[in-house]
């Protein structure tokens, strides 16, 4: 017996099976689908939406070891929190009150383990009164103290480093005014609680930090709560609102086409119940398994819904082909699942191969995701494929036995119909010239995919973030899906535009000393005079923050130290050269220096931060800084938000290119595998890809053409075009050769397969289409992006399916037949 052979029967045991017993189906299958609904409650929600993607990345190393070894300004622990004030002066009397006031309240709530607290009020109040050591006292050293009292004080804290730190950029000296302030409060909570149990979002931290939002607002004012805690509250939020806004959408929209596609109330019951089924039996393995659910998992219900709808109505239309020539149900489902479980079976491997290419990349998010999704269609296969043909029967039989009318029994088009003949167009054309259009095919790919290669590939965490202003159509929404308040991406944005240049505005240097010698600093001063282009340059000298501009800033304010520096500057600009363990030992000596942001203790490593150029992109800040650190004497490792983020954009886009290309091979074998023990025709393996690569060319020149990148999620869209792609083509390949063994007439088969498989595609096409583009309406762009290329992509599957693969088999034809 040939493979071909053995296949065959192995299916028609199957399809006996399934609808001689259709009962017994249905009873394993329910309790197969209730031990899954227990895993749902099990899902563990990830709520750190980028930490994922920089895990082993060096640049991220090198910049956690930056941050352990430096202090910062803006530090940020586990158990700390910002209290970002904002107002026409922040400094004045009343704004002072009331943010000792917040302080205050905090101190007094156990739960919220007040430690303490830095922040221009508790600088001022303490200036007043070193004694005041309670946010109480300092409240009242404040009311005590006289405006013209306060704004003295202030002035003379001008010069401080660290009081101007923690002021906006426009702080006035001499009015004694700023629009924002940061406070930096800690809390004594214990590492190992401060963070969730899985070392992600939550933990205690998170609920201080919503407690404390409560207090803000009751002093007025604008005072914000940032910090970890809020930024895990928040991406929790927002997975659960883009869930509550999206399904609701996605069901309603599929449900409509639905509706139009099988026309039967009874038909449309037994579709929706197969895709719920296939929803609880996948996310109740990730329950179980315990991979996270994060941002990216969102868009795994709409792939599988999208194949899921494929499936389901193939298998009806198909079956309903069958009825109208007047056959019983069961010889019926028979025949048709005999066609399709084959092209079921043909689609859930490639979907698999172009879902699952995912698991190898180096990304957390994606790799899971690519599992996730890869599990979920291999679910699909058996309930679309065993379980919905044994319920239609066994439903079918009920309806016959108690007399309930049918509604629409034909199919979405026939060979007949104006619909089946608007749907034959592509080989009625084609079959003059298929050479030509095949040709024609290949110039258009080939030109899409030179045009797409350049398709931006940039990392950024706005992606992740919801807007700062959300749209009308979202906040007008009632309950319950109104969204929440969202917070994040308003207060990143203000310490972006009123504060110093965060990590992501620089490019830092991690150098490694000694800097006890006498030329370290020296090295340093003379690196910096020709910095590269994407740095930010004064007089050909780059911009930088380092141990020597603390140096200068501090000799300008202190003449002593001054002239300690003059004695030991050797060459007379302003570095010296000579005796630095003298110079640290005052710097560090100095309480509110920033010495130890740039300098360690050991005197062993410094830290430089240059500015970039606004306009420079993250490959071009990337390749400088990492030309820029061989320049210097001592060893240099670059690092900072701009490379990390580029080079998870490397990551990404490797990990698109090496998925695309594993799930082009692993399907192109399989597909000429098939076909070639099947029918004993490989070559129609790669008939069948051809349609394929073409839409993958014309997605990425669609996603060049409207500025949407290959982010964390857009570029898992590469290998899952493959496998969606492989759903079009192969059920009008298979349609087309079963056709074609009877007749051996390329023309007459192609006509049956477009007219009749074609109505189901199309109304396909348009459930998924519009059901996956509803991810739209979701809260972050990243899956707004997603949905919209999502439908792009299943509509090119479609056209190419219709339009390009017909003369691609009129020319395999043409070779058949010789």
Known sequence: MSPGSSFDALVDRVNETALQRPLAIIAVFALLTAMMFGGLPLIVVDEEATDAF?????????????????????????????????????????????SLTVLERTERRASLRYEGAAGPAVLVAQSIDPTATTPAEQRRVIERSSESQIRTVVRGLADE????????????????????SITVVTHDVPASDAQGPDGGGGGQIQEIQVSMQTITDGVGGDIRVFGSGIISEEFGNIIGDSLTIVVPVVLLLILVFLVVAYRDPIDLVLG??????????????????????????????????????????HIINRYREERVKGIAALPAMTEANRQLIVAFFIVTVTTVFGFGANVISDLGPISNFGLVAAIGISYTFFIFGVFLPALKVATDRVRIRLSVPTFGTSPISSEDSTFGRILSVGATVTRVAPVFFVVLTLVI??????????????????????????????????????????????????????????????????????????????????????????????????????IITVIEARAERDPEFAALVARNDRSGNGVPDRNLDRIYDELFAVDGGRA???????????????????????????????????????????????????????????????SLVIAVLLTAIFLIIVYGVLERRPLLGLV?????????????????????????????????????????SVHVTHRFIDE??????????LLIT???????????????????????LAITPVLGNFGLLMAVSVFYSYLTSILVLPPTLFVWGQFATR
């Open 596 to 658: 130890d942001e740039f300098l360690t203790e050991d005197r062993r490593a410094a830290k430089i931060e240059y500015t970039v150029e606004s306009d420079a992109d993250q490959a071009e800040i990337t390749a400088d800084a990492r030309e820029f650190s061989e320049e210097f004497r001592f060893s240099a490792t670059p690092t900072g938000g701009v490379l990390v983020f580029n080079a998870i954009s490397d990551t990404i886009f490797a990990s698109a290119i090496q």
């Open 754 to 776: 477009l007219s009749g498989t074609g109505g189901a595609l199309t109304g396909s096409m348009l459930t998924t289409s519009i059901g996956t583009g509803a991810l739209v």
């Open 54 to 98: 920089t895990e082993g990345l060096p640049e991220q190393e090198a910049l956690d070891a930056i941050n352990e070894e430096f202090g910062d300004r803006f530090e940020e622990d586990d158990a700390s929190t910002q209290l970002i004030h904002v107002g026409d002066n922040v400094l004045a009397k009343p704004e002072l009150i009331r």
């Open 688 to 728: 069948n890809l051809f349609p394929i690569l073409v839409t993958v060319a014309l997605l990425l020149a669609t996603m060049r053409a409207i500025g949407l990148p290959l982010n964390a999620l857009t570029a898992t869209l590469l290998s899952i075009t493959i496998g969606v792609g492989v759903a079009y």
């Open 161 to 180: 480093p660290r009081f101007r730190s923690l002021l906006s950029e426009d702080f006035n000296p001499t009015a004694a005014s700023a629009s924002a």
């Open 445 to 546: 790919g080939g030109g899409a995919a030179a045009y797409g290669q350049d398709v931006d590939r940039s990392f950024d965490t706005d992606d992740f973030l919801p807007p700062e202003e959300l749209p009308a159509y979202i906040t007008e929404l009632p309950e319950p899906f109104a969204p929440g308040e969202y917070t994040v991406t308003g207060n990143l944005d203000l310490l972006e535009e009123r504060f110093d240049a965060s990590q992501q505005d620089t490019a830092i240097l991690y150098v490694v000393g000694p800097f006890e010698e006498d030329h370290a600093l020296e090295s340093i001063y003379k690196t910096n005079q020709d910095p590269p282009d994407s740095f930010v340059a004064t007089d050909r000298r780059a911009d930088t923050q380092s």
């Open 272 to 313: 929706l119940v197969a895709l719920l089924m296939t929803l609880v039996w996948t996310f109740g393995t990730v329950g179980y398994v315990g991979i996270p659910f994060d941002q990216n998992m969102i868009a795994v219900p709409v792939l599988l819904l999208a194949v899921g709808i494929d499936f389901g109505i």
């Open 740 to 749: 074609y063994n009877e007749t051996e007439d390329t023309y007459r088969s």
